[in-house]
Every structure is written in C-alpha cells, then in structure tokens.
C-alpha cells in the first residue's frame, strides 16, 4: 500500500512497501534480500542480525525515526543476555517495521557468504554447499493419522523450507526417533543435494538447534602427497590444511609403476586401494583433531586427483591407463557415500564428490585446476602448468580450451634428487651461485636468512640442513646454468675448466657441492650430473606438453603463465624460464596460482553450481594426449638443452648423450634439439 | 505406402503397411506389438520368436502366400542347428516381410508375459519387473576421444534401447572394464529402475549374451515364520519357494514381548537384527540351492512383514511401537540396496524394495494383502482377514477401505497350546467329534485318510502323530462346542455332566482327551481349558477387530469374507463361524486367498507399476488403532463366549470368568457380551 512504511535494505538496495507490523525477515525474504536464517525465524538461531539505521539517508529518500522498528521483545532480550548481541544490531525475525527504515544486511548475516580467495585474483566463492543445515519443528505423531516420522520431518521441510522429497539412509532412520524425542520434535538437519532435482539427503539430525557448525574436507590425492583442507561449510573458512605422503609411494614412485605392480600382483590393486584409503583416514582424523572439529561434523569430502589415483582411490584396478587406449573406467563425475571409500573417520553419512577427469592421462586434478584458473573465461591466452608428479598442463582462452598431463616424473618434488627431500624444514629452497667466485648461498625452509647473512647459523642449527627441495634443485641447475658451469647440454664441468674446487670428480662425470654438513654430523648436499638429468628429463617433458598444446592452438608463444601446484607457489619464475620449464614470457606475465587443484576442489566444496560449471566446461575441453603423439617425442627431445645467453664451454659439446633411453626413442640430439627450440621462440 | 505389404500381429490384431524388406521385429516395433529382443535384433538371443501364418485369413481379409517372408537366412540356420527351432517359428529379428503376412506372437515371445495366479481369482499379474535385461555393443575406447567405460556403455543403452541415464555402483564399476574387454564390448547388463525418473542402475553385467536368466525373492517376513519364493524375472515362474521359523523367536514369541526385550536389554534390538538378517541369508542360500539358481543371479527381494519385524530387519529400535502412538521411524515404501541389510547371500548389488506399512500396528504385510486381494476394487463389501501371529484386517469395496491389525497372539499357528504344533507331518489338522458317542477322528498332515479309516495307522505309523496344529485347535474347539462339550462360555464339562471318559478332571478344570499315544511311545493329546482360553481370546480379538471395522464402516454385516495367510488356506470356514472368529455370512461367501501377503510380494516383485499402485491405494486406507480404542475392548469382551445352536450346559453358566486379566480390563462377562453379539448379528 502506498501508505505503508518503506524499508530499504543495504549493501543490495533492495526496497519495498511493508504493512505496519512485519517482521524484517519477512520482509527481506519477499524481496528477495540475501539475509540468513537457520531457525525459520523463531529467534533462536541469531543468523538474521541485522542494524538498522537513523537518521536522514538522501540517497535512498527516506528519514528513519528512532520509533522505526518495533522495541526489543523478550526474545530479544533473552538473546543479548545469553549471547549478546553487537550494539545496534537486532534479530532480523524479532523486529517489526514501523516505519519507514534503512537495514543493513552485515557480511556474517548474508545467506551467500562471499569468500575471497587468497591467490593473486582476487576471485570470490559464492558459498552454497551442496549441505547445509534446517532447523524445524516436527509435528508430533498422531495415532488417528498415523505416518512415518520421517513423513512429518518431510512434511515440516516442505512447510517451512519450501524443500521437496528427502531421503534417508537406514543409519540416519535408526537415530531419527529417539532425536525427534530428545528435542521435542525440534531438530536440526544437514541435507544433501549433490543436484537440483535430486531428493534432498538427510545426512545428520540433531536434537533442537545444532550450533557447532558443518564442515567438509577438499583432498588433493597426489601421486606423492596428499593434502587436505578442511573448510567450515557455512563460512567458507579453512579451518586447518594438512599433508602426509602418499604411502602407495613404496608399490611405486610414479603412477606407472604403481599400475605395474598392479598389473604383476594379483590383488595389488586392492592393497594399493585400501592403503590409500587408510591414509586419507589418517589424515581426516589427524586434521580434524589439528582445527579441533567433532570429526562426525565432517559431512562432505571433494576429491582431485590424477586417473591412476581416481582408479586406485575408488577400488578400480588401474591396468587400462597403463595402455593405449589408456581407457578409463569412468569419465564423468562422482556422487559417492564415504562409506563407499571406507571413510570411517569422517561422519558416517558423509557425501563425497569427485570432479571429473578430462582423459586417461589428464584427471580430476586437471579439471580441478580449469575450475579453479577459469582458461575458459580469459582474455588472453593463458598457459596454466601444475607442476606435480606428472604435470597437467592447460592452455586456453575464451574461444578454447586444450589439455594435456606430461610425465614429468617426481624430480621437481625433489624425489629421484640425489640430496632431494620433500618441502620441509631444513630443505634448501633457494639458491643462487655468484658467476665470479662460483660460491653458492642459499635459504632453508623455516628460516629467512640467506646463508652467507648474519644469524643464520643460528636460525638452522647445527645439522639443521637436511637436504634440497624441488624449488630448490631447479634453482640450483638454473643457476650452475647461468654461473657458466654446466653447459647448453646439461654436462657439469670439471674443477680445472670452471675455476672452482667446488666441482669435484665423481666417476666418469662431476658434481657441485652446495654444502658439507659432515663435519657437524650432517649430510653432504651436492647437484650430480644424475640430478641435472633427472632435472632434464621433467622440464623436457613439462615444455614438450606445452608445446604439443600450442601447436595444437596454432600458436607459438602465449601472452601469460600460471605456475600452479603446491609447488608452483615456490618456484622463481626466472630459473623456470632459465631452465626452459615454460615458453618465454615476460616476467611479469608469470604469476602464480599456489595450489590450484586443492582450490578448485575447495570451490566445489563450496558451491555446489561450480560442480555443474565444471562438468559441463570439463566436456568442451580439447583432450591431447601426449604418450602416443610423435609430436611430443620431438618435442620433448628438443627441449632437453639447457640454453643460456652465457657461454658454454665449447670443448665439452661433443659428449652429450641423454641417459633415459625410456624418455627418448630417438636417441641422442639434445643439444641439437635445444638450439631449434630457441630458434623458434 | 497402400501398395506396401499388409503386416497383421495375433493376438494384439495391430496392423500396418510396411515396405518389403523390412524385418518382422521392426514391423513389430513401429506398431508396439508385445514382441521381446534382448540382443536389440542381432539373432542371437531368440526371444522375438514368431510363427507366421500362411493360407485365408478370412477375418483379417489377408491371403497369405508361401513367399510372404524372406528365405530362411545364416543366422536362422545356425540357430537352430545350435539350439533348435520349433517347427513353423522363425526369428522376428532375421524375417523379412515380403508380401502380406499374419504373424502370431506366441506367449513366450511377449515382453508382458502374463503369470495367472494359482488362487481362486485367476487374476493376471503383467510381467515388467524393475530389473530387465539388455545385451548392448558399446563403442571401443578411442584416445583422441576419451570418454569412461562406463559413458560409453551409457551412450550404447541410449542408443539402442532408448535408455537415459545409468549409474553403478564402485562395485560394478571394478568389473566393468574387464568384462567389456573380456566380451569384446558386446555386454549384457541387469538394469535396474525403481522409479520411472530414476537413472537406471546397472546391477550386473556379463559378457557376451547372459542367457541364465535373472531371479527376484519374494519375503514374507512373519514373526514366526519366514517364507520365501524364488522367482523367474523374465517369466514369472516360482522356482521355489522354502520357510524357516523366525529365529527372533528366542526373543519373544509375539511381536510385544520383542519390543520388551529391547527396552530391557541395551542393545537388544541390534540383536534381534543380526539374527533376522541372518536367517534370511540362511534362508536365501537354501532356497536358491534348492531350485539350483546361481545366488548372485537373484538381483531384487520384496519384503513385506508387520511394523515390528519391518524396524528390526531395518535395524531401527521398535520400541517407539510398543507405546502410544505407536509412531513408525518410516512410513513409506523403501529402496534399499542388498548390502544395507548385510543381505550378502544375493547379488551384491541386489535391490530391495519394502512396501509401505499401513499404520503403526498395520504394516506392509497388510498392505502386499490390500495389493494381492484389491478389496478397493470390489464391488460388494469384502472382510479379508490374514491370520497370523498378529491378524491384518481390511474391510472394503470401490467406495472406502479399512485396515486394522489385532493381537490374536500366536494360539493359531499352534503355539501357546498345550498339545500345539506348527503346520508338519504329524499335526492333528482336522477333527470331528461324533455328538453321540463324543468319539473323536482326526486327519493327520502327511495322510489323506482319517483316523477311523483302514489303513490309517500304517500312513501314518506309531507315534507318528505328534501334536495339533492351527487348523486342528480351531476345528477342535468348534467341535466341543457343536458336540455339546463345552457351554457358550468356553467351559468344558466334566465326564459326569458330559457322560464320556474323554472329559478328564484336571486340578479344578476339565480336559477332553484326543488321542493317547503313550503305549507307542507318542504323546497324549488333549485340549485343556487353557488352550480353549487361548484360542478364546485369539478368536474374540480378531472378531473384535473386524466388528471395530464394521462399526467405522457403519454396517452390522459384510457380503463375503477372504480368509489369507498360511494358515487361511486350511480353516475350515463352518468352523470358524461355530468359533465366532469371523462375522457370519453365507457358507460360500467364504473363501481363502492361501498366503496373500506372500502373493503381494510377488506381485510387487513381478510389476514395478504395482509398487506405485499399493503407495497410492495405501495412502486412500483409513486406519483404524485398535489398541486405543474403547470399541475394540467392549467388542472383545463380547466376542469370547462361543454361542452355538446346540444346548449348552445350563448347570455350569454360572462360574465363567475370563482367564486374562490384561485382556479383560471390564472383569468378567463374558456370556452375556456373547449373548448380546449374538443378538446384534
């Protein structure tokens, strides 16, 4: 009515004529406003907090008198004293428009969190979990008209939440009676919809309001390690992050060794399966006792990984990946219990959801990171690599996206590294050599001096240098490269032609000590020539992947990078590109998504519309498949050089041989092959 | 086109014009004719077998000529000389209309076959079960196309039968890749759907052409006994069908005394579920040995069984059942996978199907009844009455139907009788008592003869009789009354009053002796006061429930009475109404159903569409709880004398009391409430 009081909500300025009498929320929900509300409006569950303002407000033509909301009622009262309330703030359900008003909605209060994430694009989640929680009354049952209780529960859903069918399995339906009791047939319940037209799932019932929150686990299964985040499913926020080993990594480094031992021991797959479900297990219980979060809490789990952990996690004998036409079981994504995964540490109930893989070679992980990189909605053409133990490479724009995965092997984790150990305290992270005196100085995980800085000493400890991590080997060979000691075919030289005692004889080849620890009982660190091949053989196949998309594309450069993956936030984008791991750039066009397959994970963990976005993006993407395309060969033996604008040393050019004959079916050529790369970009 | 030949299909009459060449199957299809294929016409799984006609086909106006069907062709041959074709049939799928033809499906060749039931009413049960078979070629895996195994099976079953979506579970999924390749990617897989919008599950896959057939359990789930039947989902046939006693027995003999035990026993209701599901699986094992079935070959069960036994198969506490309002946890019908009931002696993936219970004390045995009996499709007013442990009770026709469920304790199935026995070899099943000489002769199970015929000792050989079953105690009592041994009250006379040493003093009260088989070694059979109190209150509680029925009806009389359940094949119904156990009608108004829960099981087993039909017809039924209502007392209480024609002992009137206080909170008056009945009736 024209007559009736004008309510104006902020940040959404949405704006409405209300009877003299209704309740904010009832207001906010008929315009469609964004505000909360767990308990349905019974001021119990204090989500609807809102602040009204007084006052003159021109922009939106309105004076709020003091006398524009209704006093505070008892329910109020009973609120502030329980809990309290924020200065200014009113329960949404409880306050009565009286007159004309202007209500801000606060962040905490708006229904579709929006959380910011902390990579360098400053993207936002939208939150709407595929669980969330309902309060509601039940009727109580009545002997004249006798239904289930899970009927009324239906029932009372549909009348006050509007939500269609529900489901419950036979573990939920045993606690259903005696919970409806303990709560006088006041009850909250996470329900489940993986989609929009499923039945809804009713995966906990507590009695009265539950007010400890949900949450879900985003696991990032990697071939070497596996990472978890656990993420409160209302705010958004990572409570905890954690990471273990992989422990299927004593059947096999690589994923094919892993489908190897799976192809030559009967049952192998099975016992690959079950350890590595005990250790997401492991890790569930772990993370959650880290956050301090009732583990039955936990009532989602997102999982990325590459086909082979796919197969292996899910109980599939992964034998067919490890074969043209490298066929998977399936493609398309997963709706699964946690029971299903035998998943005993998490909520019994629990839902997990696995995003789709692309192809035999190129998994979940991969989509993971296109939902978390969005190629597809990029202006320019964007390369994006996520640097594991295999590498899955994305290139794309708004016209097209193309995939692939390149073995890259576990060299860039700092495994198959004669000093090489994973990410942690005591690594070398960082190095760099001064091209004069040839003398290293270097940085070691959980300290931030340099080596040659004051205190440092202090900082490590003695024995405190435990090894060399992946960011830091690749450092270390950019660095021999640029310091004139190794040259364009990765050959290391002797002490006599570099000047240095630091490069001393080892066999028929020669190695550049960083540090000897043995004095204080601590290791050796060295870069063999060993370590430069292996480093080789990963960056050969990480730029032949890339390569093999550009061509592809039609294209010879790219206008960005994206260095993702865990260790993707660690790598210097320089030594990347000394070293001939990514297409020249420009430097400032390198940038860095950290880990972006555990974020994308952690996105459709936290919206349940990015799961539908993914699998239908997942569908438009070109698949390249670089184990049977000649092209990648070529490619790959091209880029095994090491070029640098630095001189070489001419009188070693004559020896290179490459030392994998697996990696390279044409043999020799590396040199050769480098020199065209470079005469192409 | 009008100058195409004239195609007719028999029994269906359809008709149309199709061009030569085309196959019968095609024709068949275009015009839905009932034909089957599971190859998808490939001539290889025989189903669309036909016999075309040749000669006048007056009534069709059709001349049919020798060369209306192409040739035999290579696949017929080697067809039958592999398997054998009956003369004059060809293969619907290879036969190609070449002129006019008359084309008879024969009933093995319909996808609905039609199964008649063995009852009274030869009603037809239409075959369309929830898991079909269907034999699929799926595309071969192709690499620069990659899509899962499991896409592709989907994308086939789209293809050529038209099917949406499919799911499978992580155990399916584990077999699908080596079974594809080990059929060459020609596959036959079990789809099952439980609802017409659900994605059809694959719950098993074989390869190459599956031709051992697939089996569905029917379960009627008793709280004595456990009867099954093994049946043919393509043909309806029963394979089987094998009892067992519930085990729960050791629990409590009757439905409440297992809900004290556990409210009195923590735990005491995952107890009672382990030993349930165990005996099922015991029992599902036997029966599939028995008719020689492979067990993982039985892909679907119904269950039907009373609220109580329905929770704790569910392994839900059914103590909420023993107490006001007797609230059920479910309702509604259920979907359940195998597993969830730890069903492991079936097909892993089996699926269960559970038909909705009725009310809190009316459950889904009551409802496989109301599917299997239709009294809501009846035109004169129908009681069907199915005696159990715990007697279901429906009275209706095409304008309203009621259910009810009364306590008659287990005193008809034999138990809590002094000589009683179940249903075996051995068992007294029938007895007349001679009103002049007050002899007995009886009819043992396991013998056509009666005991005052020659040869019956040598049938039934000493000691062979060894008790009295349901029939037997029912006929017995009925025949005291009718010979003049006991008054309306239910008080047997003594030898003196009665003038026959078969009335033997026993401390106050008197018992007639049937048989002493104490000289073989056999036992003395008798029928003591106590057993005719048993079946007084068993009687008096099952009349009062039907008269609860009547009265919410508004009538004092129905036109015909079903008497269902194991036990309702064998009363005889002139000794029933001498009981008093059911309302009076007409002799031939009374008929049996045998088991019709049972039947309901198959029913919803064999015609998924009768799923939907009894959720519907069970939400129509009113319910009526007779465990509150003050009606069902008063008729109870006027129900237990058993008033008869014949002259009762006019000396004994005055001492009749009712034995059981807990059943008889208005303290004795037992006559009189007969008396009045009678006067109502």
Same mark, same amino acid.
């Given at each position: 009515?024209?007559n ?11 704006r ?7 309740p ?9 406003? *964004? ?21 003159e407000?021109?922009?939106?033509? =309105? ?5 524009a909301?209704?006093? /505070? ?14 200065p ?6 409880q ?6 008003v202007?209500?801000d ?5 708006? &229904?579709? %969190? ?17 669980? %969330?929680?309902?309060? &509601? ?5 009545d ?5 289930? *209780? ?7 859903l549909?009348?006050? /939440?509007?939500?269609?069918? @529900? ?14 009791? %303990? ?7 996470a ?13 906990? !019932? /507590? ?15 990697g071939?070497?390690t ?27 480094e ?14 192998g797959?099975k016992?690959?399966t079950?350890?590595v479900?005990d250790?997401?297990n ?16 936990i ?10 952990m ?5 109980g ?6 490890g ?7 399936t ?7 946690a029971r299903?995964? *035998? ?8 839902? =997990?959801? @696995? ?12 989509a993971?990171?296109a939902l ?14 996520d ?5 899955e490479?994305?290139l794309? *724009?708004?016209?097209?996206v193309?995939a692939?995965?390149s073995p ?25 050599i ?13 300290s931030?001096k ?13 024995g405190? @240098?435990?090894?060399?991590c ?21 050959l ?23 540090h ?6 601590g ?8 370590? !430069? ?11 032949a992947g ?5 061509d592809?594309?039609?294209v010879? %450069?790219?206008?960005? =990078? ?8 660690? @790598?210097?984008?320089k030594?990347?590109? &000394? ?6 750039v ?10 972006a ?11 349940v519309?990015a ?16 184990? !049977?395309?000649?092209k ?8 095994n050089? !090491? ?9 070693l ?9 697996s990696f ?10 480098g ?7």
């Amino acid at each position: 009515m024209p007559n009736d009081p004008l309510v104006v909500f902020t940040p959404s300025g949405k704006r409405g004529r209300f009877p003299v009498g209704t309740p904010v929320l009832t207001a906010a929900r008929q315009l469609g406003v *964004d505000l909360d509300s767990v308990c349905g409006g019974r001021g119990i569950c204090s989500k609807c907090q809102i602040t009204p303002g007084y006052g003159e407000f021109s922009k939106h033509g =309105v004076t709020v008198r003091d006398n524009a909301l209704s006093e /505070w009622n008892k329910v109020e009262e009973r609120y502030d004293q329980k809990r309290g309330l924020k200065p200014g703030r009113r329960l949404g359900c409880q306050a009565q428009v009286m007159g004309d008003v202007v209500i801000d909605v606060p962040p905490e209060s708006q &229904v579709h %969190k929006q959380v910011v994430r902390k990579a360098a694009s400053a993207r936002v989640i939208e939150m709407d979990p595929a669980t %969330k929680l309902y309060f &509601v009354e039940v009727d109580e049952p009545d002997m004249h008209e006798p239904t289930g *209780d899970l009927e009324r529960l239906a029932r009372a859903l549909k009348r006050e /939440w509007g939500i269609g069918d @529900i489901r419950a399995d036979l573990t939920l339906l045993s606690r259903l009676q005696p919970v409806l009791r %303990k709560g006088k047939f006041q009850v909250t319940v996470a329900l489940h919809r993986g989609h929009a037209n499923d039945a809804a799932q009713v995966l906990e !019932i /507590w009695p009265g309001l539950h007010e400890d929150g949900l949450y879900g686990l985003a696991i990032d299964l990697g071939s070497t390690t596996v990472a978890a985040h656990l993420t409160d499913l209302v705010t958004g926020e990572v409570k905890a992050s954690s990471g273990i080993m992989n422990p299927q990594i004593r059947f096999g480094e690589d994923l094919m060794s892993r489908v190897s031992y799976s192809m030559m021991n009967p049952g192998g797959d099975k016992e690959m399966t079950t350890t590595v479900r005990d250790a997401i297990n492991a890790l569930a219980g772990e993370i959650a006792r880290e956050a301090e979060v009732d583990p039955a809490l936990i009532v989602e789990t997102v999982f990325v990984c590459n086909p082979v952990m796919h197969h292996l996690l899910l109980g599939i004998d992964p034998v067919e990946l490890g074969q043209a036409p490298f066929a998977l079981a399936t493609s398309g994504s997963l709706g699964l219990a946690a029971r299903d995964l *035998d998943l005993a540490a998490i909520n019994p109930r629990a839902q =997990v959801y @696995i995003l789709p893989c692309i192809a035999g070679h190129v998994g979940a992980d991969c989509a993971a990171v296109a939902l978390s990189e969005e190629p597809g909605k990029s202006e320019d053409l964007a390369l994006i690599v996520d640097v594991g133990t295999n590498a899955e490479i994305l290139l794309g *724009d708004k016209t097209r996206v193309l995939a692939c995965s390149s073995p890259t092997g576990p060299a860039f984790e700092g495994a198959q590294i004669s000093s090489g150990q994973r990410a942690a305290p005591g690594a070398i992270e960082a190095i760099r050599i001064d091209p004069e005196t040839k003398e290293p100085r270097f940085r070691v995980i959980g300290s931030d001096k340099w080596s040659d800085e004051d205190g440092f000493a202090d900082e490590v400890g003695a024995g405190g @240098i435990t090894g060399i991590c992946g960011s830091g080997i690749i450092e270390a060979v950019a660095e021999l490269r640029i310091a004139g000691l190794m040259d364009e075919s990765g050959l290391l030289g002797s002490a006599e032609a570099t000047g240095t005692p630091r490069m001393q004889a080892e066999g028929r080849t020669h190695t550049y000590l960083i540090h000897d620890g043995t004095d204080e009982g601590g290791p050796r660190i060295t870069v063999t020539q060993g370590d !430069i091949r292996a480093i080789q053989l990963a960056k050969s196949a990480l730029y032949a992947g890339a390569r093999l998309l550009m061509d592809e594309r039609g294209v010879d %450069k790219v206008d960005r =990078v994206v260095l993702a993956g865990a260790f993707g936030a660690h @790598i210097s984008p320089k030594h990347a590109m &000394v070293l001939g791991m990514i297409p020249d750039v420009p430097l400032d066009k390198v940038t860095s998504a950290g880990n972006a397959a555990g974020t994308g994970a952690r996105i459709a963990l936290c919206n349940v519309a990015a799961r539908r976005e993914i699998e239908r993006v997942v569908g438009e993407i070109t698949k390249v498949e670089t184990a !049977i395309e000649p092209k990648f060969q070529e490619h790959f033996v091209a880029a095994n050089a !090491i070029p640098h604008k630095t001189a070489p040393f001419p009188e070693l050019r004559k020896v290179v041989t490459l030392p994998n004959p697996s990696f390279n079916t044409h043999g020799e050529g590396g040199a050769e092959g480098g020199r065209r790369r470079r005469r192409r970009g």
